[in-house]
C-alpha cells in the first residue's frame, strides 16, 4: 500500500486472542495503538509523535508486522529493524517476543544529513523513544513527568506552588503538550506559544489547554488577570516562539518561567522566522539545507530571548529538545546559560531508580484503569505526591487510544505494582493483560549528554554502555519487547538508549519475569548513578540491597 493511502488504524479491544499468545497480542496491539489518530500526530505518515519519529518503516513494513506478530509462536522472536521487519528465529519462552533496534548509526556517520540520506533511501526509520518501540500513550505519558518537574520549580523557587506566576513556553506538539495541564496542575498560569492551529485546537480538545488567546497582547491580558487572582489559566498563543519571546522581552512581560517544547531536536521541524506554518514540510523537502540554517538561526534568537528572560531574573530551563545545542550552532555563544531540566531538577528522583512507569489496558476498558489507580493508592498510602497524581490523572486525564496510566516509580516500588496488576489479570479483577513499560527517557536506560546524562557528577555524560546493558539486562530477565535506539529526543548523533515492554497477562510464568524484569530495569538507574558519584543513589544501594561490586571505590 502507497504511503499516501489514508488508513484509518486502531488497536483491538477485549480478551479474545488474534495472535498465538498475550505477548505477541501486546505487542500487536501497542503497534497499532501508537498509530490510532487518538494517539499518534500524523497517523497517516506513520508519524506517532517527536518531529518524525515513526511506528513502522512503512506501510508494507507495518502490515508485515502485524502479519508476523500474529503467526509468531511462544518460542520464537521477531527481529525489526529501524521499523522494519527482517526475521523471525527461534528463541525460548524467557526471550523477548519482539527485539527492535531503530536508527542505530556507527558514531562518525551519525548525523542528520547521512541520516536523513539513509532514510531517503529507505534503510532506516527515526524511532524517538516510545515510537518506533510501541509504548506511546499520548500525551499522557509525559504529563506526570512535565508535572514533577513544575512541582520541582515551584519547591525551588517559588514556596512549593505555581499559583502567581506566568510561565512562558512553546511548542503543543505531542509532548510538549502536557506543559499547560502540566503548569495549571501545579496552579499556575501558562502561555504556550505554537505555530501549528491545529496543535492548539487538539490541544483544547482534548483537556489540555484551557483557552486560545486572540493575540499577543490578549494573551498577556488574561495570563495577569489569572496569576493577580491566583487563579491556573493555560493560554494557547498562535504564533512563531521565535518571533514571539522577543516581543514579550521587549516589552518586559511579567514572565516567571521559560522553557520551550518546540521540535528544535529537528532542525527539519521547527518553523523558521518569516515563513508561513502550510508551507513548513515543502520548503523543507525542497531545500533541507537551506531550511536547516534558517531554522537553527530562529532557535538562536529563541534561544537569545530565553537568556534575556534569564538576566532578568525568571527561571529558565531547557525542556530536553536540544535547542541550545542548535542555538549553538548558529553562532550563540550564550546558549548553555542556562541548565537542562534533568540536571536541574530530575536527577535526584533518577539516583533512586525513578522513571516514567506506564501501562496501558489491553482490555480497552477504563474501568480497568480506575481499578490499577486504586491499586496503585493502596500500595503506596505513604507518596502523597504520587496520591495527589493519581487523583489530579484520574479527573483531568482524558485517554487517548488504549486506556492508560503512568506515575513514576523507583526500585523495589515498580516490581510491587507490576505483580500487583498480574495478580489483579490473574484473579479477572480485570478484563484482560496490561502492558507494562516505560519511556526511554529513564533513570538507568539512556546515554544524552544534551538531557538525561547531561552535567553528570563524573563526566560520563556521553559514556553509552549503560543503555546497551539496559537493553541486555531487560532481555535476560524476561521482558517481552525490548528496544535500542539512537537520537530520540535530542535528535540523531545525541543519544542512545533502550525501552522494555512487559505484559502482565496473570500466569506464575508472568510474575516470574515481571518480578526480575520491573527490579533489574530500574536497578540499573541505581548502579548507573553509584558508579557516577551520586551519595543519594549509594544510600539507595544500601538501603535497598542493589549488590556493586566496587561500591565505595
Ligand atoms: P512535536 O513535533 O509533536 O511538536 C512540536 C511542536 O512545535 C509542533 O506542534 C510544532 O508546530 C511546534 N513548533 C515548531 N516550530 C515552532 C516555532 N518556531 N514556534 C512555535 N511552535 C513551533 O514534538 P513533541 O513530541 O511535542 O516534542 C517536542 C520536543 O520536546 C522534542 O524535541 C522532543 O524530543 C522533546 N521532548 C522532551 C521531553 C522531555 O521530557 N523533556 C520528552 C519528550 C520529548
Known sequence: MSEDVRRVIRSPRGSELSCQGWQQEAAFRMLHNNLDPEVAEHPDKLVVYGGTGKAARDWPSFDAIART????????????????????MRTHEWAPRVLIANSNLVPDWANWEEFRRLEAAGLTMYGQMTAGSWIYIGTQGILQGTYETFAAVAA????????GTITLTAGLGGMGGAQPMAVTMNDGVAICVECDPSRIARRIEHRYLDVQARDLDDALRLAVEARDARRPLSIGLLGNAAEVLPRLLAMDAPIDIVTDQTSAHDPLAYLPLGMDVDDMRAEADKDPAAFTLRAREAMATHVEAMVGFLDRGAEVFDYGNSIRGEALLAGYARAFDFPGFVPAYIRPLFCEGKGPFRWAALSGDPRDIAATDRAILDLFPENESLARWI??????????GLPARICWLGYGERDKAGLRFNDMVASGELRAPLVIGRDHLDCGSVASPYRETEAMLDGSDAIADWPLLNAMVNVSSGASWVSIHHGGGVG?????HAGQVSVADGTALAAQKLERVL??????????????GYDRASE?????DVVIPMAGG
Open 492 to 496: 540523531i548523533g545525541r543519544s542512545i
Open 519 to 532: 527490579t533489574n530495569d530500574p536497578g540499573m538507574g541505581v548502579i548507573r548513578h553509584v558508579d557516577a
Open 540 to 544: 539507595i544501594a544500601a538501603e535497598r
Open 156 to 163: 525551588k523557587r517559588f514556596g512549593g506552588t505555581l499559583a
Open 69 to 88: 506478530l500474529q503467526g509468531l509462536k511462544q518460542d520464537e522472536t521477531l527481529l525489526v529493524q529501524s521499523g522494519r521487519p527482517v526475521g523471525v
Open 391 to 400: 487523583k489530579l490523572a484520574g479527573e483531568r486525564v482524558a485517554f487517548q
